[in-house]
């Protein structure tokens, strides 16, 4: 099963671009005009939702998985089995209901949804209750390559590590996707990955020196690619 769909040939595409090196420099910038204040804002926000979010959501109309980098041998990493198992326990428990698994192919070899897909099934989830979205390889392109699957629902329950879900739910929200948070684990342990904190921090920092400049300047092009939604279409 597979959901696919035609964004490769939109301009704003993958990679690095201007704008993002541009965005990416005034991020910089604005953490040093403020001293650091704003990155310790971000903080404390990426904070926050880890602590709060629950582990255990209920009345779930359809669940999403967001994908981590493989291991050597195609192996789902450690960050990503939690995420599947809490899956697997809340189908479980709460299911049936559709299950929507997204990564692409970071460095060769198959997908990180198909390496998903692959274990829910291993592991007794149907697999006619399985989707998959293997082209987006960050955050955003997970969203912005779902999106006509997650407006079929009237919210989506999306699974990831609690140190990762601030900037999930920014970047969903700013599509005008439903979204409920869902951590992977039971509790946030904060020295567990105590390096994930700073990078999260410097990515979402990004994320929004991006989006209030292209706010403030009406800067229709950049707001395209955080806000506009493309044409998916979705297949089983």
Same mark, same amino acid.
């Given at each position: 099963?597979?959901?696919?769909?035609?964004?490769?040939?939109?301009?704003?595409?993958?990679?690095?671009?201007?704008?993002? $090196?541009? @965005? #990416?420099?005034?991020?910089?910038? %604005?953490?040093?005009?403020?001293? &650091?204040?704003?990155?310790?804002? +971000?903080?404390?926000?990426?904070?926050?939702?880890?602590?709060?979010?629950?582990?255990?959501?209920?009345?779930?109309?359809?669940?999403?998985?967001?994908?981590?980098?493989?291991?050597?041998?195609?192996?789902?990493?450690?960050?990503?089995?939690?995420?599947?198992?809490?899956?697997?326990?809340?189908?479980?428990?709460?299911?049936?209901?559709?299950?929507?698994?997204?990564?692409?192919?970071?460095?060769?070899?198959?997908?990180?949804?198909?390496?998903?897909?692959?274990?829910?099934?291993?592991?007794?989830?149907?697999?006619?209750?399985?989707?998959?979205?293997?082209?987006? $390889?960050? @955050? #955003?392109?997970?969203?912005?390559? %779902?999106?006509?699957?997650?407006? &079929?629902?009237?919210?989506?329950? +999306?699974?990831?590590?609690?140190?990762?879900?601030?900037?999930?739910?920014?970047?969903?929200?700013?599509?005008?996707?439903?979204?409920?948070?869902?951590?992977?684990?039971?509790?946030?342990?904060?020295?567990?990955?105590?390096?994930?904190?700073?990078?999260?921090?410097?990515?979402?920092?990004?994320?929004?020196?991006?989006?209030?400049?292209?706010?403030?300047?009406?800067?229709?092009?950049?707001?395209?690619?955080?806000?506009?939604?493309?044409?998916?279409?979705?297949?089983?």
């Amino acid at each position: 099963m597979r959901y696919s769909g035609n964004l490769h040939d939109k301009k704003w595409g993958r990679g690095w671009d201007v704008d993002a $090196l541009f @965005t #990416l420099f005034l991020s910089l910038l %604005a953490g040093v005009a403020t001293l &650091g204040l704003s990155h310790l804002w +971000v903080f404390l926000r990426i904070l926050n939702t880890a602590r709060r979010a629950s582990a255990a959501p209920q009345n779930i109309p359809a669940l999403a998985i967001l994908g981590n980098r493989l291991t050597s041998g195609n192996i789902p990493s450690g960050d990503y089995l939690q995420r599947l198992d809490r899956a697997l326990l809340l189908w479980r428990e709460s299911g049936p209901f559709d299950v929507l698994v997204i990564g692409g192919a970071v460095s060769g070899g198959i997908s990180e949804a198909e390496a998903g897909q692959s274990y829910l099934e291993q592991q007794g989830m149907e697999g006619t209750c399985i989707y998959r979205e293997s082209a987006s $390889l960050n @955050t #955003l392109e997970n969203f912005r390559h %779902a999106r006509n699957w997650f407006t &079929g629902f009237p919210s989506v329950v +999306v699974i990831s590590n609690r140190y990762h879900l601030a900037r999930v739910l920014d970047l969903a929200r700013g599509l005008g996707l439903k979204v409920q948070p869902c951590a992977a684990e039971a509790e946030c342990h904060f020295w567990r990955n105590v390096h994930r904190w700073p990078l999260e921090t410097l990515f979402l920092h990004w994320y929004w020196s991006g989006r209030w400049f292209a706010q403030l300047t009406g800067n229709r092009r950049m707001l395209e690619k955080i806000s506009v939604v493309g044409d998916n279409q979705q297949s089983r």
